[in-house]
């Protein structure tokens, strides 16, 4: 399982405490609000997650060896 799979659980999770929780408190009450900052907090955590690449084997290589050949960047 990817993290990416454990996190949309988890949003699926809080989805359904946060409809849960609006249905007892009624939509306008500060537990509602919580439970809703929650849910977006996790989908912001994903969409995060989804932008992040990983390096490749080059950029990992010029990461640990900066002053090697190919890692040199030259300006104009």
């Known amino acids: 399982m990817t993290n990416q799979n454990t996190i949309q659980e988890k949003i699926a999770k809080e989805l359904e405490e946060a409809r849960a929780t609006c249905d007892l408190t009624g939509s306008n009450s500060a537990e509602c609000a919580a439970a809703w900052d929650a849910v977006e907090e996790l989908q912001a955590e ?31």
């Open 46 to 76: 994903a969409s995060h997650r989804k932008q992040a690449k990983p390096k490749n084997s080059l950029e990992q290589y010029c990461d640990a060896n900066p002053d090697a050949d190919e890692c040199r960047v030259y300006e104009d």
